[in-house]
């Protein structure tokens, strides 16, 4: 059994009080920070660019998990680096080039990771998946928080763990959207370790006792 990592996603922060917020789920025993970066052009809205991480890279300690919901996500890679990522994911929709792209993440010296749409199948993650740190399965269509689960995206995720086992990969398998106390349940034997909640987490009064319920 690998251990569950829960990533609360700053999205449903409080943007004029990041810091504080940030620091908040940090004492309350997240594991990573996720911090999703949209341009308006690959999903319809705008979020964060890599001057907050910067910023936020002087007030918390938690790994820092920046997942691009990006066009030209390779334009990115270099500054989301120095200013303090540690996981860089970003969309295999998004790019002709993914391979070389996680060769960039990594000759950043920063973990790389792949998401997918609901709708991409993870048969395209075939010739990349021996170079990955982590999968990120969407479980809602990205560019927004608050969305519902989609159920069918169980299957995906016990079919991705399937593989990742079958082959002795070492993958963090992560989902992300929708994942609150009662769906992380199904997730988690799905086969997920990695559990991105915005929220979820944001929205509850008990930081601590919804981050140990979503660890199950
Ligand atoms: C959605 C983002 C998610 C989002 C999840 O496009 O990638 O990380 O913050 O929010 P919840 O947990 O509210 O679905
Ligand atoms: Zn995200």
Redesign the pocket.
């Known amino acids: 059994e690998r251990p569950i990592i829960i990533a609360p996603?700053i999205?449903?922060a409080d943007f004029a009080n990041l810091g504080a917020d940030v620091r908040r789920v940090e004492e309350a025993g997240a594991d990573y920070l996720?911090i999703?970066v949209?341009d308006g052009t690959f999903?319809p809205?705008l979020t964060i660019g890599s001057c907050v991480v910067e910023s936020l890279r002087k007030v918390s300690n938690l790994v820092f998990d920046v997942?691009l919901?990006v066009e030209h996500p390779e334009t990115y890679i270099d500054s989301f680096a120095r200013a303090g990522a540690d996981n860089i994911t970003f969309h295999v929709e998004a790019t002709r080039h993914p391979h070389r792209l996680i060769q960039q993440i990594k000759a950043a010296g920063c973990r790389a990771g792949v998401a997918l749409n609901p709708g991409t199948s993870i048969y395209t993650l075939e010739e990349l998946i021996d170079d990955l740190d982590m999968v990120l399965l969407?479980t809602?269509?990205?560019?927004?928080?608050?969305?519902k689960?989609i159920e069918n995206m169980v299957g995906k995720i016990h079919a991705l763990y399937h593989t990742v086992m079958e082959n002795e990969l070492n993958v963090d398998i992560a989902v992300?959207?929708?994942?609150?106390a009662e769906t992380s349940e199904s997730v988690r034997s799905a086969g997920a370790n990695v559990l991105?909640?915005?929220?979820?987490?944001y929205g509850a009064p008990d930081l601590a006792a919804v981050i140990r319920a979503l660890r199950g």
């Open positions: 996603s999205l449903s996720h999703d949209m999903v809205n997942h919901m969407m809602v269509n990205p560019g927004f928080g608050g969305q689960f992300d959207g929708g994942i609150n991105v909640a915005g929220s979820a987490v």
